[in-house]
């Protein structure tokens, strides 16, 4: 996209692949490969000739103008300029079919991919060149305005659909008027909100790891609230599914993590799961529509997700209890599940509820991010294993 001083995000709607034809689908999927060999083409074509289209400055810019002067024929130009009926790299006759604006699009989201390589190379940064990028992997250009628009149907069951020129050039055949494509959208209140914040200036197609179809649209605020914020920015990521501190009176000895990693991979397969659910009944039910069958899909996941997440609990607690034993052979352990707050000092001073506490025991204190304590003191207790536990219920 081209610079601007303005604010512009970016909205990501799902496409409702399932409700489109088997030629729809085929000339998408077509449409976004031939994409990206043209950019990579474009990409291939400017590192073969970086020195004479750097320009600015610093010499961090591609001259846009003369990349489309070395790979593009110009029969009708403006009054003083010359005709270019031949050119070094000739992409029309190395791809035919494709429109003049399709080449266009490609060859301007092939220029900001070089400039940002030349950012990053300026500011230290060890990065590939773009022209290195894996064969296998899709690069979507940008679409801007010119070539698109979003349509609201009242007549058909999907009420949302985006209007797209096919990119295949239409003179060739005699025709004068391009075709378009229909592509149905999943999409939500909150699509609709964040694109009505602006104006809509560019979209992107592309599918994500799991093959999944998406459509981002590049909007252009208007109204922007501006918020003083006199406090640093943070992010916190919890990503643990239980942490044991092992304290003794001398220090904490030891800190382990017990970690899941198949457990959040399959939960979060799940929310994506019911997420698609819930912003499908959501829809159908603001549009007046009847979601009973999707009420009914959503009721069945969500018993399956809980289903998976209490395996891999008792997973969990099966780990934790033989971490426990384990320990018991070198310590008199006292296990305390939730929050450490005065353990450390109740033990050096007085005896805890149910249990006989001196100056030389060993604490374990477990804390859970996922609220899992009920689940391990109930299982304690039916373990019977946790000798001299510090928590009432657990003794």
């Known amino acids: 996209m081209a610079q601007s001083k303005g604010v512009t995000i970016s909205v990501k709607v799902p496409i409702n692949w399932a409700s489109m034809t088997e030629r729809t689908k085929q000339k998408l999927s077509q449409t976004v490969g031939r994409d990206s060999r043209i950019i990579r083409a474009y990409l291939g074509i400017i590192e073969q000739h970086e020195d004479e289209l750097l320009t600015g400055k610093n010499k961090d810019k591609i001259d846009d103008t003369n990349l489309s002067k ?3 024929t110009s029969k009708k130009v403006k009054s003083g300029d ?11 006759v190395r791809f035919p079919r494709i429109s003049q604006n399709e080449m266009t699009d490609c060859r301007k ?9 030349l950012k990053l190379k300026k500011n230290g940064r060890k990065v590939s060149r773009p022209s290195s990028i894996s064969s296998s992997r899709r690069i979507p250009r940008w679409t801007f305005t010119r070539m698109f ?19 295949l050039d239409s003179v060739q055949e005699g025709r004068p008027i391009h075709d378009r494509t229909l592509i149905p959208l999943k999409m939500s209140p909150f699509h609709l909100n964040q694109i009505g914040r602006g104006e809509v200036k560019a979209l992107q197609l592309f599918t994500d790891k799991e093959k999944k179809w998406w459509v981002t649209f590049a909007v252009r605020l208007t109204n922007i609230e501006v918020q003083e914020n006199t406090l640093p920015i943070a992010i916190l990521g919890i990503e643990k599914a239980a942490c044991s501190s092992l304290l003794t009176p001398e220090k904490t000895r030891e800190v382990r993590y017990f970690l899941q990693t198949d457990k959040v ?13 819930q912003r499908e009944m959501n829809t159908r039910r603001n549009n007046g529509q009847s979601y009973n069958r999707v009420a009914e899909k959503l009721r069945r996941l969500r018993a399956k997700r809980e289903c998976v997440a209490k395996e891999y609990d008792r997973v969990l607690v099966r780990q934790i209890l033989d971490y426990v034993e384990e320990l018991s052979k ?7 599940i939730g929050r450490l707050k005065k353990y450390p000092n109740t033990c050096k001073k007085r005896k805890l509820p149910g249990a006989k506490v001196s100056r030389n025991d060993t604490l ?6 996922n609220k ?5 003191t109930c299982s304690a207790r039916l373990e019977g294993r946790w000798k001299g536990c510090s928590i009432p219920s657990c003794s």
Not at 155 to 164: A, C, F, G, H, P
Not at 330 to 336: C, E, G, I, S
Not at 364 to 369: A, I, K, M, Q, R
Not at 372 to 376: F, P, V
């Open 70 to 72: 070395l790979t593009m």
């Open 82 to 92: 010359e005709q270019r009926t031949s050119v070094l790299h000739d992409f029309k």
């Open 109 to 117: 989201t092939s220029v900001a991919h070089y400039e940002s390589y």
């Open 149 to 167: 628009r979003i349509v609201k149907s009242e007549t058909t069951v999907l009420n949302w659909w985006l209007d797209i020129r096919n990119s």
């Open 265 to 277: 991979t399959v939960i979060k397969k799940y929310d994506r799961l019911v997420a698609d659910l």
């Open 330 to 336: 070198k310590y008199t352990l006292y296990v305390a």
């Open 364 to 369: 374990l204190s477990l804390c859970s991010n």
């Open 372 to 376: 899992q304590s009920e689940a391990w």
